[in-house]
Every structure is written in structure tokens, then in C-alpha cells.
């Protein structure tokens, strides 16, 4: 597999806006997990919603005018717009019909949609800016990072569940070894809407208090929005040392909603990925998981973790502090993953009391500053068997002291 390069990544999440901000509560192990209140559903749950007022679309893109597209539009411009500055040199340096745009989501524009029917059972008449092609589509929000950034080359949404970003970071890496992109932007945006809310609620996966993956006492899981964005590249340049090295997906289709009991698929995704970046499983340093905080997914998982790896390889879950952003996840934890490698930490397990005895991995509990890490996996699972697993890398300088 030919490697490929993350010269730039930027996160909207609960945490606030920008890498940095998720990145302060990793170290800090702080939940930004609230009682719903985008969607105020009658029963009692916990979320985690981005409260920051959200950019405008300017006019000339009203028409994808939706909380995907202003989420992902922030994780655009946050950070003196960082993200965006790495996007237009790539588009000068390959130019625009060579960088693609791959983007990940299971909601897209689905709350603007409820929105206008419920305007329409109001009222007799949708709402005048509702577009169903330009909002609810699932390519929609890919369509509008690919104008808005001034790309012409392929733009195409993926759309798996919580794989979808994932998957959407590996298939960023094959139109880059193929030869069709020397860029991809790639990731995933999803926002909160009525659907998922109660689409979790009536599958009885939802928690009433804030999600505790891998905790023996667990109650389900506690819906996020988020946008993750990636900018990958067939060349590195000086100031990037993260890469894209490795990456496995499967589909075990064990059940619509249910993973396979010994995580059959998941397995298979992690092998792939290793045999695809070279490396046995002694070399992964730390394993961000997928973790959700429902019994089953969690048992899955690690029985596959503890089936391929050594007892004692870090790992940890995430979701407690961000919440489970759905088609989003697998971007926002590749970010996670990449953040625990530029700054040498291993992210703990919020709300976590006791580890499920069941487990015999070695769970990270608080964070870890001052590590070694130099290649990290990051899993994401989606429902009906939809599996990818990443290996980023980083290459260190001998010289480099560790981030303290």
C-alpha cells in the first residue's frame, strides 16, 4: 500500500471548534456530554452538541444551506483557517481537477428536511429553502466543501453508518494510489436531527446518563454532531511527519443492527490493515477503539482486540467526551489518533468506574503524557458489519523529546 501523507486536519466537535480545543479536553479528560437540547425528545438523554453559533454559507451556496454544511464549514475556517490555506495549496500546487473530495455521513441534511415536513403538517406547504438534492442528499455536504474550496476533481459521499468517515479516509488513499488524485480531502460531518435521536431511542441503545464505554455497569450510548476534515496528499512537505499507512474494511453482515458476537468482521478489518501497512501487531502503540458504551459493541471489540493483540496494548475510548458522532466518528477519532501522535499522549476513558472484568485488555483509564508512539489504530464499526480500521504513523527524530 503506498503511503499517504495528512499534511493538515482540523475538528468541530462538543469540545469547541478546532483540533486545539479537542486536543484541551483529551489532556484534561473532560466530557462536553449535556441533557439534549437541539432536539428535546420526552425522555431523558445526553449529548454531545456543538453550542458555538455555527458560520453562515455564503450566498452564492445557499442552496446546501444546512447544519452539515455550517459544521463543516467551520471545521474549514477555525484555526486562522489553517485548514482551508492547506486545501488552496494543494489546489495550486496539483491543481483543482487533481484533489478530490470524499466526505462521510449517515444524517446529511436530514434535520433541515424534518423541518420543512413538519412546516408542511403545520402549515400545507414546505418550507421555500428546502432543496431535497442540495440538502438531504447524502453527497450534498461533499458537494459543498468541493465549491466552496474550488475543487473540480471527484466528489462523492460515503454513507456506512458509523464507518462512514473511515471509510471515507481509505478510499481517499486508493484515488491517491491509483493515480485519478494527488489530494483528498476526507472525513465526515454529521448533525444532530430527530431521526437518530429517536432511531437509537426506539432500538433501546440510548443511555440516560453520559455514555461509559468499556464500564461493567455501561447503558448505552450518547449521540454526538461533529465534522472531521483530513487533507491527504501523494507528498509530504516539510513540516508534516503523519501518514496514512495502513487500513482494513470488511463486512460481516452478521445483523442489521447487532455486531458479530466474537467480532469476526472487526477482526478481519484490523489483519487487513495490518498486513496492508507491513506491521505485526507489536507494533501498534496504542488503540483508539470504537467503544460505543452498548454491551454488545463493546464485548465485540475487544474479544476481537483481545483475539490479535497482546494483553497489554493500550487502549482507550473516546466517545464519553465527545459522544458518539455517528458518520463523523471515524474522522474525528482519526484526529484523536493523530493528536495522540504529534503529542506523544495515549487519551484516557472518561466516566469509566470499573473496567467490564470480561475485558482483558489493557484499558487506558487517564491519560498518558510523555509516551513513545509512533503507530496508533483507530476502529470504527457501523451497523450492518460495515468495519474499517486505520493505522496512522508518525516518523520521530531521535532527538525528539516526547510532549509532556
Not at 454513507?159 to 489530494?183: V, Y
Not at 504529534?342 to 470480561?358: C, M, R, S, Y
Request: hydrophobic content about 40%; charged content about 15%; glycine content about 8%.
Amino acid at each position: 500500500m503506498e503511503t499517504v501523507y495528512i499534511t493538515s486536519y482540523s475538528a468541530v466537535t462538543a469540545c469547541g471548534f478546532g483540533s486545539q480545543a479537542l486536543l484541551k479536553a483529551l489532556l484534561e479528560q473532560r466530557s462536553y456530554l449535556q441533557k439534549a437540547a437541539l432536539i428535546k425528545p420526552d425522555f431523558v438523554m445526553y449529548t454531545g452538541e456543538v453550542h458555538e453559533i455555527l458560520p453562515e454559507i455564503q450566498s452564492e451556496f445557499l442552496a446546501y444551506n444546512t447544519r452539515n454544511a455550517r459544521l463543516a464549514l467551520a471545521a474549514l475556517d477555525c484555526q486562522e483557517a489553517s485548514f482551508r490555506l492547506a486545501v488552496n495549496l494543494a489546489r495550486q500546487t496539483y491543481g483543482a481537477s487533481r484533489v478530490g473530495v470524499i466526505i462521510g455521513t449517515s444524517t446529511s441534511g436530514i434535520y433541515e428536511t424534518e423541518l420543512s415536513y413538519q412546516h408542511h403538517e403545520n402549515t400545507g406547504s414546505i418550507t421555500d429553502d428546502f432543496d431535497l438534492q442540495h440538502q438531504h442528499a447524502w453527497v450534498a455536504t461533499a458537494e459543498f466543501l468541493k465549491k466552496e474550496l474550488q475543487l473540480t476533481g471527484p466528489c462523492y459521499g460515503i454513507s456506512t453508518a458509523c464507518s462512514s468517515s473511515g471509510k471515507a479516509i481509505a478510499a481517499g488513499q486508493r484515488m491517491i494510489e491509483s493515480g485519478i488524485c494527488d489530494a483528498v480531502v476526507v472525513g465526515g460531518v454529521d448533525s444532530m436531527c430527530h431521526l437518530t435521536v429517536h432511531g437509537f431511542h426506539s432500538l433501546e441503545l440510548t443511555s440516560e446518563v453520559p455514555c461509559t464505554p468499556l464500564d461493567e455497569q455501561r447503558h448505552g450510548i450518547s449521540l454526538g454532531e461533529a465534522a472531521g476534515l483530513l487533507l491527504l496528499e501523494r507528498q509530504s512537505n516539510e513540516s508534516c511527519n503523519l501518514a496514512l499507512v495502513g487500513y482494513g474494511e470488511s463486512s460481516d453482515a452478521h445483523h442489521m443492527t447487532a455486531p458479530h458476537p466474537q467480532g469476526a468482521g472487526s477482526k478481519q478489518a484490523m489483519q487487513t490493515a495490518l498486513l496492508r501497512a507491513g506491521l505485526q501487531t507489536e507494533d501498534i502503540d496504542y488503540i483508539n477503539l470504537h467503544a460505543t458504551g452498548t454491551r454488545l459493541n463493546d464485548e465485540s471489540e475487544m474479544c476481537a482486540v483481545a483475539a490479535l493483540f497482546d494483553r497489554q496494548t493500550p487502549c482507550s475510548a473516546t466517545k464519553g467526551i465527545t459522544g458518539h458522532t455517528l458518520g463523523a466518528a471515524g474522522a474525528v477519532e482519526a484526529i484523536v489518533s493523530l493528536l495522540a501522535l504529534e503529542h506523544q499522549f495515549i487519551p484516557g476513558t472518561w466516566g469509566l468506574n470499573k473496567v467490564d472484568p470480561a475485558f482483558e485488555n489493557n484499558v487506558v483509564e487517564r491519560p498518558l503524557k510523555n509516551q513513545s508512539l509512533r503507530h496508533v489504530m483507530s476502529n470504527n464499526f457501523g451497523f450492518g458489519g460495515n468495519n474499517v480500521s486505520l493505522i496512522f504513523s508518525r516518523n520521530m527524530a531521535p532527538e525528539e523529546v516526547p510532549y509532556g
